[in-house]
């Protein structure tokens, strides 16, 4: 069965610290991996996508994200927090027969000033 | 290029009342999928729609229900309700559905509260 792990329900970093979002999936065949973030009272925006090709894969507002074949995952990164990254942060994984997306739990990003 | 826009966006029923649900998709879009967001079950994933035809379907009872039309408009409905429906329901469009790559692009949501 296909699934997507985020393990942290939640993530505190300082401001101007590196900061991680974990993710790991199960799907049979190539997977589309997917991160969107969503904030207070908001719909879910779209950060980045891997498809193909180069591993780290870079997104808007500053983010990227590395997919690990061999270790399943596609953690999102940044080296650099800002206070308004402060938000929900999902994983999602698109494979399989039927295409359909799998979704994480969310990790509620915090970062402190 | 206008955004998926969802209505209404608030919405207070009582139990065992029925409620629509609406979603225009951007422009050019023609897969939409509807989710279910409450604080304690995350997201999860009521059906997806393109052409449409339902294509794919969450695990959740018969009482939700959906559709999409020639425009790709779509609605789902949700009926009895009860007070474990309340939650933010969002809608996402996206380019097409076989092409699995396409990002979705997600409307604001609808805010249900069943008293």
């Known amino acids: 069965a296909q699934s997507v792990a985020q393990p942290e329900d939640q993530v505190n970093v300082a401001e101007g610290n590196p900061l991680t979002v974990k993710c790991t999936y199960s799907?049979?065949?190539?997977?589309?991996l997917f991160w969107y973030v969503q904030y207070p009272n908001r719909g879910l925006q779209f950060l980045l996508k891997?498809?193909?090709?180069d591993n780290l894969v870079k997104g808007s507002y500053g983010f990227e994200a590395e997919f690990n074949k061999s270790q399943t995952s596609f953690h999102l990164k940044k080296p650099s927090a800002l206070v308004s990254d402060s938000a929900l942060y999902f994983c999602?994984?698109?494979?399989?027969?039927?295409?359909?997306?799998?979704w994480g739990a969310g990790t509620k990003l915090i970062i402190k000033p | 290029k206008a955004g998926v826009t969802q209505t209404p966006r608030y919405l207070i029923k009582t139990r065992g009342q029925q409620v629509t649900l609406s979603c225009s998709p951007i422009?050019?879009?023609?897969?939409v999928s509807w989710y279910q967001q409450t604080p304690g079950q995350g997201l999860q994933f009521l059906f997806e729609?393109?052409?449409?035809?339902?294509?794919n379907k969450g695990n959740f009872p018969g009482r939700f229900s959906g559709r999409q039309f020639s425009n790709s408009r779509s609605e789902m409905n949700v009926s009895t309700l009860e007070l474990g429906d309340s939650a933010l329901y969002l809608c996402?469009?996206?380019?097409?559905?076989?092409?699995?790559?396409?990002?979705?692009?997600f409307g604001p949501g609808t805010r249900l509260t069943v008293l």
């Open positions: 996402a469009s996206s380019l097409a559905l076989r092409t699995s790559y396409n990002e979705q692009f």
């Open positions: 422009s050019g879009h023609r897969s």
């Open positions: 729609y393109f052409s449409e035809t339902q294509r």
């Open positions: 799907v049979s065949g190539n997977p589309y």
């Open positions: 891997y498809i193909t090709g």
């Open positions: 999602a994984v698109r494979g399989g027969s039927n295409y359909q997306l799998i």
